[in-house]
């Protein structure tokens, strides 16, 4: 089956001033359906290439597709019915003073009549898990809960694309795993939805079906996360760290034990060599 | 720092709370002139504060308003009435019952505490007000209630629903920035910052330590907003429809024709008063009119 493409990213210069470029000349597809996580250092330009994908910012030169439409003035409210952004600070981006304002707010923005809204907003709530604090103002929840609200907030939209920038990065350990699952539940439920997680973890990667990483402004690499992670030298070199399971398969490799490459968790290699 | 200094809204679900938040706010502003009306003497003055008291009182009541946080705002304002108490010292006048003569040329009047007595009254009624409306009424709801009342505006293109997004918006955050504020503090505080003591300058300087890094990120949160709304699909220039919408019922009604009555007697009262004179007076002058 031909996979079909929702993001075609061609070119793309970027920098917030004349003389200095952040993204020089960026290139990769995304495909429908995909999740794929971005990853690279802090400043590489990961957020920038978000806002870049949802014409938040212009492009200096270079362009984006998303379903084959160029981004464009012209084509901004097509855009913003496809592609959301959940972003990295809970706080700053819970609009409505209560949960149920919050999910909809975008509604609102789409002139989206009453009595559905509310309909909607509940259907949305409890796939989240939030449909018991509908009321609940932003200072009673925690961040993993008010990144679950900005998550409703996005899906209730019914877009096509989700990026998730850092979402969990100020979260504790509970809210990161709270997310985690989510995404992957919403994954389950609708194949369709293309995911893009920018993160710093590693492990959330090598779970995704493609890695690209961003380094000094270039794609540097864009692959599965086996071939991404195959090299540690080359991933020091970078500074980044390379999954911990891999690590573990890397030293049994070492001594002549090859784990399959299905196996991507502790307890699958626990179990594996058990057997 | 405290984040309910003028009440914070209380989820109970009493007949006050179920009300329209527009005759709540109708009935706030109303009540609040009312109070400050001219009532002649002083006996008139402290009856129908008096009478208003216990209106308000008993809506406090009926609405589950926490008398604790009533009384911690209170407290806000207790230098305050510290110096009133002092300044009547000073307010020459000339009553009729003396206190005490300090000698020839000063002499303390009952009228002087009265005075003071009457201005503490008519502020404590107004804090009263304002809390019973913040804590029987979201913040967004009070927020739909001002844009009811800004829509004619609408005719001379006055950007109404930019105006109370940005209200509400204002509203939502004072919780989160009370708390960054606080952080800050903490932050500073372990760094040595004493933010109790010392005087004026010392005082400005360490009030700078919290200001500074409270704007700047103020300034990024602002900016991430803005950015979050955008990527929601917000244009201040669009129609946007409502998730809830406000009902006048034959609830409120009664409430309003209740208010009023009470609205009228007052300043018919405060016109007579002003007229006639005494409370005697208009009594008997209310009576004389029944006799004739
Ligand atoms: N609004 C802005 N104006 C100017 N420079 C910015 C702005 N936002 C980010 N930058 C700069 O762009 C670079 C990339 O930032 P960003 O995209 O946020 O990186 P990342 O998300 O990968 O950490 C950084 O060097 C940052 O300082
Ligand atoms: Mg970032």
Redesign the interface.
Known sequence: MEKEKIIEVKDLIFGYEKDSTILKCISFDIFKGEYVTLIGHNGSGKSTLAKLLSYILEPTSGKVYIEGQELNEKSIKDIRSKIGIVFQNPDNQFIGSTVEDDIAFGLENRNIKQDVMKKTVLEFAKKVGMDKFLNKEPEELSGGQKQRVAIAGILALNLKIIIFDEATSMLDPEGVEEIRKLILNMKEENPELTVISITHDIEEAYLSDRVIILNDGKVYKNDIPENVFKDEEEMRKIDLDIPFVLKIKNELAARNIIIPREIKTIEGVANYLCQ | MRSDILGK?T?YNSIVHRLDPRFKFFALILLMVIVFLPFGNYTNRFIVLGILSLIIGIIMIVGKVSFKSFFRSLSSLWLMFIFLLIFMFFIPTKGEYPIYSFNENYTLYWDNLLQVLHIIIRLVLMIALTIILTSTT???DITYALDWYLTPLKVVKFPTQVVSLTI??A??FI??LL?EANRIMNAQKSRGVDYNRGFFVAKIKSITTLIIPLLVSCFS?SD??A?????????PY????????LHFTYKDLLALLFIILVAGLVITFSILSSTIGGFDDVINFIWGIKTI
């Open positions: 809204y989820p979201l913040p967004m509400s918006l509203l939502r919780p989160t708390n949160r991430e907003l950015i979050a709304m955008e990527a929601r699909g917000y244009d669009k129609t946007r429809s409502r998730y809830k919408s």
